[in-house]
């Protein structure tokens, strides 16, 4: 069975600053996807940044870019110039290529503060 | 394009009692999961459908949790008899296929007394 770890429960960080959310999981898998989605305060989960474990790149989407480590297990999510609009509930997510199942994380708050 | 609809937003029951959330999917969309929240930890993904056919139920508490998605497209997720640990958020999502990406609905909360 996969799991995912996000061992940072909370983190804030001020308005135009970089911060770094961490996520290790375990697989035995050698083919899988890796996600990053953003639950704000009282609205929907959305996803912000995909990681398909055969690139080698790393995955990045404006502000929003990826440290993927696959031999550590590392997939860590790197927010460039924070905006309040970056608060929320994130979670890190697996996904085996066998199945379409995704396998979340207990999440990180970030809080962005002017 | 209209997003993943679900209702109610809020349920408040008892133990013992009953309760059914609805699920419209994005248009179009074959694949359609049901995933339980609970306050402080990760979706917990309960139930997937491919069009009307059962993919995955492993995680579903079968002697308490039924879902269909009849015509393959609405779904519904049924508690019978509710019990205190469930008390959740209830979050639809769907994708256009399997491994696409998954667009997730606003939740249901479920609170038992």
């Known amino acids: 069975a996969q799991t995912v770890t996000q061992s940072q429960p909370e983190m804030s960080v001020q308005e135009a600053e970089t911060v770094t959310l961490s996520c290790t999981y375990d697989t035995s898998e050698n083919n899988y996807y890796l996600f990053w989605y953003k639950q704000p305060p009282s609205r929907q989960m959305i996803l912000v940044i995909r990681q398909e474990a055969y690139k080698q790149q790393n995955a990045t989407e404006n502000r929003f870019s990826v440290n993927f480590q696959k031999a550590a297990k590392s997939f860590s999510l790197k927010i460039s110039d924070s905006q309040l609009g970056d608060t929320a509930m994130y979670f890190c997510a697996f996904m085996k290529l066998s199945s379409s199942k995704l396998t979340f994380g207990t999440g990180t708050r970030l809080q962005v503060t002017l | 394009e209209a997003g993943v609809a679900q209702s109610p937003r809020y349920k408040i029951i008892e133990k013992r009692q009953s309760v059914a959330f609805w699920c419209n999917p994005i248009?179009?969309?074959?694949?359609l999961y049901w995933y339980q929240q609970i306050l402080g930890q990760g979706p917990k993904l309960l139930i997937q459908f491919q069009n009307n056919g059962v993919v995955d139920d492993s995680q579903l508490p079968k002697d308490r949790f039924s879902a269909e998605r009849l015509k393959g497209v609405d779904s519904t997720l049924k508690i019978q008899p509710a019990k205190l640990e469930d008390s959740a958020v209830y979050l639809c999502?769907?994708?256009?296929?399997?491994?696409?990406?998954?667009?997730f609905g606003p939740g249901t909360r479920l609170t038992v007394l």
């Open positions: 248009s179009g969309h074959a694949t």
């Open positions: 999502a769907s994708s256009p296929s399997r491994y696409n990406e998954q667009f």
